[in-house]
C-alpha cells in the first residue's frame, strides 16, 4: 500500500486543490465534544467544521479519499454517521474511545456503509487494542500522539514513539493486518522534529499514513493564501520522497534513525520541562 497524506480542511476549493497537489485524502474534522476540555491549554486547533461540509467536499474529492472524524461515542452516535454518510463520506474516524464496547457500536453504526478508521489516542485503547482489533469491521486505524501524550502525563507529543509504546501498537497492528498510520507531519524542515527523521520511523514501524500539520497553511484561508507561502505540492514531494528513500533503506540504517529519535526526543523533554519550572518560579 502506498504511503497517504492527509490534509485536514472543510473548504472545496483548498481540498480540490489540495487533492490537484498530491494529497491523498481530505480529512474533514467534526471532534468537538470534550476537545476544548482536553486541549484547551495547548497551541491546537479546535475545529468548526460541520456535518454540512461532508456533502460540499463530496463532488471535488475523489472517491475513497474522503475521511470524516466524528465526536466519540454519546447518544447521538448513530444520527451523526448516519449524516456524514448521506453526505459521502467514504472513511469514518472514531476518536476518544476506551475499548472494545465504543468500537463495537461505532462499527454497528456504519453498518459496512464507509471504511471504518479508530484513532488510538487514549490508554484504554491503547492497552485494549487486541480486543478492539477482534471487533468484526474494523478497516485500519490512527495512532494520535497529541491525546495519547496527555493521557499518558507526558510533556512532549512524540515521546510515546521514542519510548516503545507506539512500536507495541504499530506491532499489534501489524499482526492483525490492520492498515495504520501515525500522528501528523510538518514541512520538511520543519518542527522540533524534523519530518524527515519521523518519516523514517513511519518506513521503520510500516505506517502508511501521516496528517500534514498546521505548517502546511499555517491558518491560511485560501488557495491564494497558500500558494502565497509556499510551493504545495514540491513541499509535499519532498516529504514522499523522505519516506520512499527511508523505505529502501536497512533495518540497520532505520534503527539509528530511531536512536536520533529517541536522543531528541530527550532533549526536547528536558528542555519544556526546564522551561516550565523557570516559568513557574518567575510566576
Known amino acids: 500500500m502506498s504511503?497517504?497524506?492527509?490534509?485536514?480542511?472543510?473548504?472545496?476549493?483548498?481540498?480540490?486543490?489540495?487533492?490537484?497537489?498530491?494529497?491523498?485524502?481530505?480529512?474533514l474534522d467534526l471532534e468537538i465534544n470534550g476537545k476544548q476540555e482536553r486541549q484547551g491549554h495547548l497551541d491546537t486547533v479546535v475545529s468548526r467544521h460541520s456535518v454540512a461540509d461532508v456533502a460540499r467536499l463530496r463532488p471535488v474529492v475523489p472517491a475513497g479519499a474522503l475521511l470524516t472524524r466524528i465526536n466519540p461515542v454519546h447518544d447521538g452516535t448513530e444520527d451523526e454517521v448516519d449524516a456524514v454518510l448521506r453526505g459521502g463520506a467514504d472513511v469514518v474516524m472514531l476518536p476518544m474511545f476506551l475499548g472494545p464496547r465504543e468500537v463495537e457500536r461505532f462499527v454497528a453504526a456504519v453498518g459496512g456503509r464507509a471504511r471504518t478508521c479508530l484513532l488510538i489516542e487514549t490508554v484504554g485503547a491503547a492497552e485494549s487494542l487486541p480486543e478492539c482489533l477482534s471487533v468484526p469491521g474494523v478497516d485500519e486505524a490512527h495512532i494520535g500522539l497529541n491525546d495519547l501524550h496527555l493521557g499518558l502525563g507526558m510533556t512532549f507529543m512524540f515521546e510515546p514513539l521514542a519510548d516503545g509504546l507506539v512500536d507495541h501498537l504499530a506491532e499489534v497492528l501489524t499482526e492483525r493486518?490492520?492498515?495504520?498510520?501515525?500522528?501528523?507531519?510538518?514541512?520538511?524542515?520543519?518542527?522540533?522534529?524534523?519530518?524527515?527523521?519521523?518519516?523514517?520511523?513511519?518506513?521503520?514501524?510500516?505506517?502508511?499514513?501521516?496528517?500534514?500539520?498546521?505548517t502546511f497553511h499555517r491558518r491560511a484561508?485560501?488557495?491564494?493564501?497558500?500558494?502565497g507561502q509556499m510551493d504545495f505540492a514540491l513541499e509535499?514531494?519532498?516529504?514522499?520522497?523522505?519516506?520512499?528513500?527511508?523505505?529502501?533503506?536497512?533495518?540497520?540504517?532505520?534503527?539509528?534513525?530511531?536512536?536520533?529519535?529517541?536522543?531528541?526526543?530527550?532533549?526536547?523533554?528536558s528542555e519544556l520541562k526546564t522551561r516550565k519550572v523557570a516559568g513557574a518560579a518567575g510566576a
Not at 184 to 209: Q, Y
Not at 221 to 227: C, K, L, N, R
Open 221 to 227: 484561508g485560501s488557495v491564494a493564501e497558500i500558494q
Open 236 to 269: 509535499v514531494e519532498k516529504l514522499r520522497a523522505a519516506y520512499r528513500a527511508h523505505l529502501g533503506a536497512s533495518a540497520r540504517s532505520l534503527a539509528l534513525v530511531h536512536e536520533e529519535v529517541r536522543r531528541r526526543v530527550g532533549g526536547i523533554v
Open 3 to 27: 504511503f497517504r497524506f492527509l490534509f485536514i480542511t472543510s473548504d472545496p476549493e483548498v481540498a480540490a486543490f489540495a487533492i490537484a497537489s498530491g494529497v491523498d485524502r481530505i480529512f
Open 177 to 214: 493486518r490492520i492498515p495504520f498510520g501515525i500522528g501528523g507531519v510538518a514541512r520538511a524542515g520543519e518542527g522540533l522534529l524534523p519530518a524527515e527523521l519521523l518519516l523514517g520511523e513511519h518506513a521503520r514501524l510500516g505506517s502508511t499514513a501521516a496528517i500534514l500539520s498546521r
